[in-house]
């Protein structure tokens, strides 16, 4: 109790410091509502690429439309204005001429400046020689450790490696041309030069990507993603929750870029390419080869389940590393004439060992099952200065179809509706597709989403959304068809110095019930209220939030928290302290905190505690940058926490975060 009593004193003393009106791009999109579902299968992998971008800004005077197609917050109208407006006007003196860009609200434009710069204009290079590349490139490495300050129960027993997680990753790149990383990374537990990693790190990953160079749009070599309309066959880039999703669905463009991720699921492996064989019409073609973690059926010889984990911290887990391999192929033609886009997607895909998953459970049973696969898809897309239109429609050797169409309409300036539709088979599969939906796999859903995205003032901007969803074969807890119903109110108001924000969302679900007789509705309630006070040099914001589920009982939670941040000259420093209390896990709430360089940082919280961390990031020199982030996590509701090999004899746990930057 004397805890809470002293975080409120210290939290109504916070609130009376003068802030920094400048925002990071986390908090941007977090505003937005796309940070929203961080229960996403992806989103640390994707918080990672969004960091590698914002670390390494575009120029605007040279951006290309593929550029802008990488950021997940911008649609399809949005990214042809800012095209036209950089064609006619270029070059930019500065990214603040993007607001005469009359489709890019102030959000996104303060967004989009976290991601582009203006960099004096050189002799245009269509080829970079060797001697350029050394002299013009600009080089990044990075190291990072962290140290936990307590034992897991796997780390005295069980963990074949030490308790530390570190990471170094290194980064070349020339203009908006040439781009090449290398990336290791080490997990906590996991052997170090040592058993099968014989050379050191466990994971590694390189990539050379390589653009706008004659008619060669892009190359990667090494790790890649790659996405292709709307993602109902082939998607390895974002996956930050509904919202970002659609902002991005009506993009029908195609995207190759490096992984550089430490995520060991969703890339590909080999080399792809884009070449523009006529003016509007583009071919990719890709390949890859890759080892895949797999859980074997008792013949050995057979999957059970493909893993995407990415830990080989136990024998068990060494056993299971790289077992099975993965061959895919294929390619994409488009075309495109403003306002229309059309595009042709297809690929085979062949594993060593046959897919052969438990399906004696009814929503299992069209789970993929085989060796050999195919997909095969046409996108299309209709772009105007009001009206957008785009849709994938996506069969296999499944003999399924998916299909998703989605479009939006600008009334008024102030004021877009949008609308979606959905029809996944729910014999449908494509082992490597990810779109927008209820659940985390394209198949089995039928939904409609109508929005809404009102700013009926500079000071003021409204969102809101309905999802409904209807699943007609079972699912995990859900014996029968079932169905979904989500929706989403956010309001912004910004004033001066201050900056508001007011989130409701409630999302409906029918599951079995307990006796496994029928179905009832599980309801989720989240809601959020923040104030933020700014000026040059601090920052300061009050948050609530809170959470209420009732399924078979009721759960309710709740969480108090401030943030506050300082800058000065080579200085930056960032604080939270945080007391939440729920119920129990259901009623779980969740905070986002200030993290390190290409590091994601949105905990989850249950049960009774505080949370406190303090970050310090200092310029040492011109090329050199040091950071430190020291982290407790305190529960006053239990003497252990976690369990298994994970499990903490103690009611506390604390972890020190040490990154080196050099850039030269």
């Not at 004397?2 to 802030?19: D, G, N, P, R, Y």
């Not at 994707?46 to 649609?75: C, G, W």
């Not at 490096?258 to 390419?273: C, D, F, K, T, V």
Request: aromatic share 16%; with cysteine; glycine share 6%.
């Amino acid at each position: 109790m004397k805890k809470a009593v002293l975080f409120f004193i210290v939290l109504a003393v916070s609130m009376m410091i003068h802030a920094q009106t400048q925002k990071s791009w986390e908090q941007l999109l977090g505003e937005l509502g796309s940070l929203e579902d961080v229960e996403s299968d992806d989103v640390e992998s994707s918080y990672e690429l969004m960091a590698e971008l914002a670390a390494h800004p575009l120029n605007i005077n040279k951006v290309t439309r593929e550029d802008l197609e990488q950021l997940p917050f911008l649609t399809a109208r949005q990214v042809e204005d800012i095209c036209e407006y950089i064609y006619k006007y270029a070059p930019l003196q500065s990214v603040h001429e993007l607001a005469m860009v009359e489709s890019l609200d102030a959000r996104r434009r303060a967004l989009l400046a976290c991601f582009v710069t203006v960099v004096p204009e050189t002799e245009e290079v269509r080829i970079p020689s060797f001697k350029k590349l050394l002299k013009y490139g600009r080089h990044e490495a990075v190291g990072y450790m962290k140290i936990p300050f307590y034992d897991r129960k796997g780390d005295k027993s069980g963990y074949l490696g030490y308790k530390y997680k570190h990471w170094l990753r290194y980064t070349f790149q020339y203009g908006q041309n040439v781009k090449l990383g290398l990336i290791g990374s080490q997990d906590a537990g996991e052997p170090f030069f040592a058993n099968r990693n014989s050379l050191g790190y466990d994971y590694y990953s390189f990539y050379l990507q390589v653009r706008n160079i004659g008619h060669l749009k892009a190359l990667a070599l090494g790790r890649y993603r790659l996405r292709f309309g709307a993602g109902l066959i082939l998607n390895s880039s974002y996956s930050f929750g509904k919202l970002a999703t659609l902002s991005s669905l009506g993009r029908n463009s195609n995207q190759i870029f490096g992984h550089s991720s430490r995520s060991e699921a969703n890339y590909l492996q080999g080399a792809a390419a884009t070449v523009s064989l006529v003016k509007g019409l583009e071919l990719t073609g890709f390949v890859s080869y890759r080892n895949i973690d797999a859980t074997l059926n008792k013949d050995s010889n057979s999957v059970a389940t493909l893993l995407k984990t990415g830990y080989h911290r136990t024998q068990s887990e060494i056993n299971r590393k790289h077992n099975t391999t993965e061959f895919l192929g294929g390619g994409n033609l488009s075309f495109k004439r403003l306002p229309f886009t059309v595009g042709l997607t297809a690929f085979y895909s062949t594993f060593n060992r046959l897919l052969r998953p438990n399906i004696s459970q009814r929503y299992r049973r069209y789970y993929p099952q085989g060796k050999d696969f195919w997909n095969m898809s046409v996108d299309y897309s209709y772009v105007s200065s009001r009206f957008t239109f785009s849709g994938e429609t996506a069969t296999g050797n499944c003999k399924a179809v998916a299909t998703l169409n989605t479009m939006s309409y600008k009334l008024t300036h102030e004021l877009t509706l949008m609308a979606l539709q959905r029809f996944y088979s729910y014999k449908y599969y494509s082992l490597h597709a990810r779109s927008f939906g209820e659940s985390s796999m394209v198949n089995d859903e039928s939904g409609v989403f109508v929005g809404i995205d009102w700013q009926p003032s500079r000071k003021w901007k409204i969102f809101f959304y309905s999802d409904y969803a209807y699943f007609t074969w079972p699912k995990y807890q859900a014996a029968a068809s079932s169905s979904a119903w989500d929706n989403l109110l956010q309001a912004t108001y910004s004033h001066g110095n201050w900056s508001f924000l007011a989130r409701y969302r409630i999302k409906v679900r029918e599951k079995d019930n307990e006796e496994k007789t029928g179905l009832m509705n599980e309801t989720t309630q989240r809601g959020r209220l923040s104030a933020m006070y700014g000026n040059d040099n601090w920052s300061t914001k009050a948050q609530v939030d809170m959470a209420c589920n009732q399924y078979e009982r009721s759960s309710f939670g709740w969480m108090l928290s401030e943030h506050l941040s300082f800058r000065h000259r080579w200085l930056r420093v960032f604080a939270t302290m945080g007391y939440f209390h729920t119920q129990d896990f259901s009623s779980r709430v969740y905070m986002y905190e200030h993290a390190l360089l290409y590091n994601y940082s949105f905990p989850v919280f249950y049960g009774e505690g505080i949370r406190y961390m303090f970050d310090a990031e200092a310029r040492i020199g011109k090329h050199v940058d040091l950071i430190a982030k020291v982290g407790t996590t305190d529960y006053f509701d239990r003497d252990h926490i976690s369990s298994g090999y994970q499990q903490i004899d103690g009611s506390a746990m604390t972890d020190l975060e040490v990154q080196l930057r050099f850039r030269f």
